[in-house]
């Protein structure tokens, strides 16, 4: 059974850091293409990053670009994303995901996504 677990939310002031990690059980991740994606209060989900197991790319939404980072450790089975320099709107529950098959690029869609965390949770306060 794959599951994903995310930690390292929390409350912080704008213009603060914070790591997300997204650790893995029943898969190798190093396979597989990663999502990060987030939901703030009555808004949609919507994409943050992602980073693609097959070529080593990397996708970052215009909202999150130079100031989000992606990265993984294979050998910890861990997907971490690194915020800097916080804003109010990216207050949010985090989620990340991860794909059935391993090898496949980062999908166009959140709906191909095929295993998803429980979430944890950002704050950040102005």
């Known amino acids: 059974e794959v599951q994903l677990v995310e930690s390292g939310g929390g409350l912080v002031q704008a213009g603060g850091s914070l790591r997300l990690s997204c650790a893995a059980s029943g898969l190798s991740f190093g396979d597989y293409a990663i999502g990060w994606f987030r939901q703030a209060p009555g808004k949609e989900r919507e994409g943050v990053s992602c980073?693609?197991?097959?070529?080593?790319?990397?996708y970052y939404a215009d909202s999150v670009k130079g100031r989000f980072t992606i990265s993984r450790d294979n050998a910890k089975n861990t997907v971490y994303l690194q915020m800097n320099s916080l804003k109010p709107e990216d207050t949010a529950v985090y989620y990340c995901?991860?794909?059935?098959?391993?090898?496949?690029?980062?999908?166009?869609?959140?709906?191909?996504?095929?295993?998803w965390g429980q979430g944890t949770q950002v704050t950040v306060s102005s």
């Open positions: 995901a991860t794909l059935k098959f391993p090898g496949d690029p980062c999908p166009g869609e959140e709906l191909e996504y095929d295993y």
């Open positions: 980073h693609s197991s097959s070529d080593g790319s990397t």
